[in-house]
């Protein structure tokens, strides 16, 4: 089990970037793979981003791809997620978690999540 706590959401104008920080505890950290899902009220949570453990294989929604980039330091338990040429669209409640299985983009897989951070994109 990993204990995961979000940072860095907050108000920004369209084209603006923001970083988001997943802080994780524990000593198997290094071990799970870390993914970003978003939640926009009404609306289903989607997964953005996700990156192994070892770091050497990362995934995209297509939303994000070429704007998002999720990269991960695992001397400091923490997993970044950079958002550049960020969109109203983008607006949401960013949240991460973790997980020790194979599948990558289907949020019931993961088992350990934070308790998100708002990203607010203003027009």
């Known amino acids: 089990q990993v204990q995961l706590v979000e940072s860095g959401g907050g108000l920004v104008q369209a084209g603006g970037s923001l970083r988001l920080s997943c802080a994780g505890s524990?000593?198997?950290?290094?071990?799970?793979?870390i993914a970003w899902f978003r939640q926009a009220p009404g609306k289903e949570r989607e997964f953005v981003a996700a990156i192994r453990w070892d770091a050497g294989t990362t995934y995209y929604a297509d939303s994000g791809k070429g704007r998002f980039t999720i990269s991960r330091d695992n001397a400091k338990n923490t997993v970044y997620l950079q958002m550049n040429s960020l969109k109203p669209e983008d607006t949401a409640v960013y949240s991460c978690?973790?997980?020790?299985?194979?599948?990558?983009?289907?949020?019931?897989?993961?088992?350990?999540w934070g308790q998100g951070t708002q990203v607010t994109v203003s027009s």
């Open positions: 978690a973790a997980s020790t299985r194979q599948i990558i983009r289907i949020s019931e897989t993961y088992t350990d």
């Open positions: 524990g000593r198997t950290f290094s071990t799970y793979t």
